[in-house]
């Protein structure tokens, strides 16, 4: 079946393939799947705890992959084996070091900004891993679930908030114009459908990663095909029809063309309402990345604030 998932891809104009799980190293066929993506000439980017990763595995990987992110939540591996298991961060540390020396072209570490670890200073972590031979660093702040894990997981946004805001003022004092200044990416929606999709391991298409749940089931590659899915499932248009004019905390919000309106994932998560603006100190936040972007495209050799790359 992947073969030919791949292949319907490529007709629809598809240029990356993201290899994602769960663990997609667990599954039997993982890396022909990734050897087949990339023989067929898209960008593939594989998402792994690097936790099976040893050298010869990693020397096949690097050959079929343009990059590979390693998760990896901290310097400290009690922070890091807190989330994700005992003896997890020494094999993912392990995992980044072997792709480096065996040259895969970008090795990227991604950590989840928790309660846990969100008072680590990004650059003690960035230092680490790249010390391991990381070529890139940054971290996500924790999307809700909706479930038992968000009590235990959910930053303190208040104090989070409060560091991000003195690093941006002490960032800024100092900082040249730029001389040549950068485009800033305008979006007036979440990506969901809208030029992503996700593909489930039973052929089952949803509108991306966090909303692989069944009520947003698109249809079944064993039955239809997937231009069919993305051009006319229901709940793929209707999902990707949604504008930040469409969110009603959005529509006036000076931010809304830098933010998009935010994760539509996160928004479904807490209120299972699809149109629902984000939570609150999360808005907060994409307000805070959203100014700093536009700092960027004026000054040079800016940081970036608290190693986060991704408007929640």
């Given amino acids: ?30 890396v022909d799947i990734v050897e087949e993506a990339k023989g067929m000439g898209f960008q593939v980017n594989l998402l792994t705890n690097g936790l099976g990763i040893e050298r010869g595995l990693a020397r096949r990987l690097a050959s079929a ?47 989840v900004l928790t309660r846990h670890n969100q008072h680590e200073r990004y650059e003690n972590f960035a230092a680490h891993a790249t010390g391991l031979g990381a070529e890139r660093v940054f971290r996500a702040v924790y999307i809700l679930q909706g479930d038992s894990r968000d009590a235990a997981l959910r930053p303190d946004f208040t104090s989070l908030v409060v560091r991000m805001g003195e690093e941006s003022d002490a960032a800024l004092h100092g900082a040249q114009p730029r001389g040549e200044r950068p485009r800033l990416a305008w979006r007036d929606r979440c990506g969901a459908a809208f030029g992503v999709v996700a593909v489930g391991a039973d052929g089952v298409v949803y509108p991306c990663q966090g909303l692989m749940r069944p009520e947003f089931a698109a249809g079944s590659l064993r039955e239809e095909p997937l231009e069919r899915i993305y051009t006319q499932a229901p709940v793929l248009t209707k999902l990707r029809a949604i504008t930040v004019a469409d969110i009603p905390a959005c529509s006036h919000c000076a931010y809304r063309f830098l933010c998009g309106g935010g994760c539509r994932a996160l928004a479904y998560n807490v209120t299972r309402d699809i149109t629902a603006p984000i939570p609150e100190e999360y808005c907060v936040l994409a307000q805070l990345l959203a100014q700093w972007r536009l700092w960027e495209t004026a000054l040079s050799e800016l940081p970036v604030t608290a190693g986060l790359e991704v408007i929640p």
Avoid: F, K, N
């Fill in 1 to 30: 079946m992947a073969r030919e998932v791949l292949s319907q891809a490529r007709d629809l104009g598809v240029e990356e393939v993201v290899v994602t799980g769960g663990e997609p190293l667990l599954h039997p066929q993982a």
């Fill in 65 to 111: 992959c343009d990059q590979i992110t390693i998760s990896l939540d901290s310097a400290d591996p009690a922070i890091h084996d807190r989330h994700r298991g005992g003896g997890s961060h020494g094999r993912a540390s392990r995992a980044i070091a072997a792709l480096s020396e065996v040259g895969c072209p970008h090795v990227v570490a991604a950590g």
